[in-house]
């Protein structure tokens, strides 16, 4: 401070400052405290909840973010690296997360907790904040499969699977995604057609791809074109039910992001299921996009949860690590713009986010919507990670600081279930009438 202030000391010995100058100047050579422009009496800025998210959360809300918290912070964190490193699945995981009630949680009834969307997307923050691969299994049981057979299936559907599938007990996958249609599911190549020697049962034929949960999934959610009608439709895998060479489920290893999580695909051969494991109503793409739309919500949420995570760990080592005559790297305006860009888009997106699940519990969320705050919160996570990640410089490549580790997820969250432009697309559409896919 005395090196920095001495070219300019003796000009408080010329007569043309003012007084008010030479306060002024004296003042910069003194200790300097940080200004708080706050009221005393007032309210303090939290910089973990900038904009008070959690008023307008109900006091169920509340406690079950809490209990998810809990959970993730005690029982999955001390994990995350181990399981990151080895690229490996603790199954029990799912298990556990079903004893505190948390999968399926905003679905009623069949052992779920019929809470709200909100609620159900706190959770997915909560697993988020941990990491997203951990995330990405937990959705796809709960909103994709879960969802599905809650929306779409029969009553015996529902009776058989639901409750084993929100305790844990019965695992799933959801399988869309093909290895030549990605962003393009209308194209899909899978096929069921009638079993041509026993009534009542289809084969199913073909290949998808990038499936959470595929390797160890009981319960495969299947979405195929019938043979006759070349309609889309869609199917319960039991895994069980498959005779040998009929369905495999190969794991896909050496993934860069989201290996936490298990990944793999589904390889149909002549798959025979029972038309009774068929949804009975729902046809075309409005089923698996209706299941999609509700893990899309969930995933708008969950990234907040990684920017969270990111902004406290840099903030945290900001604090602490010191450079440039003794001084903590918080201290330097690049890096405060860094943390305040990242707060900023961090309270806006949840607000966003839980201002839509309360026009979805209400019957007013449009498709539209979830496209708006999937692309929009993935995207300013990636981005403020990747930003975040400067602050600590080399050690940003060791995984024990997990800043590296949540850029490498969230570019696949941008990835999936839509990607950012694929979204961009859908709001284009809606605000133009124009149709950009074809």
Request: with cysteine.
């Amino acid at each position: 401070m005395e090196a920095m202030f001495r070219p300019i000391i003796p000009r408080l010995r010329s007569p043309r400052l003012s007084q008010a100058a030479r306060l002024r100047l004296k003042r910069q050579q003194q200790p300097q405290r940080p200004r708080n422009y706050a009221s005393s009496s007032g309210p303090t800025f939290d910089w973990e909840d900038p904009l008070v998210s959690k008023s307008l959360l109900t006091e169920e809300e509340l406690a079950i973010s809490e209990t998810a918290e809990r959970y993730c912070q005690e029982r999955l964190l001390p994990r995350v690296l181990q399981a990151y490193r080895d690229e490996n699945y603790d199954r029990a995981i799912l298990s556990e997360m079903g004893e505190l009630g948390l999968l399926g949680a905003n679905l009623e009834g069949y052992g779920c907790a019929g809470a709200s969307t909100v609620a159900a997307g706190l959770i997915t923050r909560a697993v988020e904040r941990v990491d997203s691969g951990y995330r990405s299994g937990m959705s796809v049981q709960s909103s994709l499969v879960m969802g599905g057979i809650h929306q779409f299936g029969t009553t015996e559907q529902k009776e058989k699977f639901l409750e084993p599938m929100a305790r844990g007990q019965l695992l799933g996958a959801f399988g869309l995604t093909e290895p030549n249609h990605g962003s393009d599911p209308g194209s899909m190549e899978t096929t069921a057609r009638p079993h041509p020697t026993k009534s009542g049962y289809y084969l199913l034929s073909g290949a998808k791809t990038w499936i959470t949960n595929s390797p160890i999934a009981d319960v495969l959610m299947v979405w195929a074109k019938l043979a006759e009608t070349g309609k889309i439709r869609g199917f319960l895998v039991e895994r069980s039910a498959c005779p040998p060479g009929t369905l495999e489920t190969p794991a896909i290893k050496n993934k860069s992001a989201l290996r936490a999580s298990i990944t793999g695909m589904i390889q149909l051969d002549d798959c025979p299921v029972p038309a009774a494991n068929m949804f009975p109503d729902v046809e075309g793409l409005r089923g698996p996009f209706s299941c999609l739309n509700s893990a899309r919500y969930g995933i708008a949420l969950g990234v907040m949860g990684a920017l969270e995570d990111s902004i406290a760990r840099a903030r945290t080592y900001a604090l602490e690590r010191r450079q440039f005559k003794n001084n903590p790297l918080a201290k330097y305006q690049l890096v405060q713009k860094k943390l305040a860009d990242a707060a900023t888009d961090a309270a806006y997106g949840t607000l966003a986010a839980i201002q839509v699940g309360r026009l979805k519990d209400e019957g007013k969320a449009t498709p539209e919507m979830i496209s708006m705050i999937k692309r929009q919160n993935c995207d300013r996570a990636l981005h403020n990670t990747r930003v975040l990640q400067e602050i600590f410089g080399g050690n940003a490549a060791s995984d024990e600081y997990h800043i590296g580790r949540h850029v490498a997820n969230l570019f696949v969250t941008q990835t999936y279930e839509g990607q950012s432009d694929i979204h961009s697309l859908i709001l284009g559409r809606a605000i133009t009438g124009v149709q950009a896919f074809a």
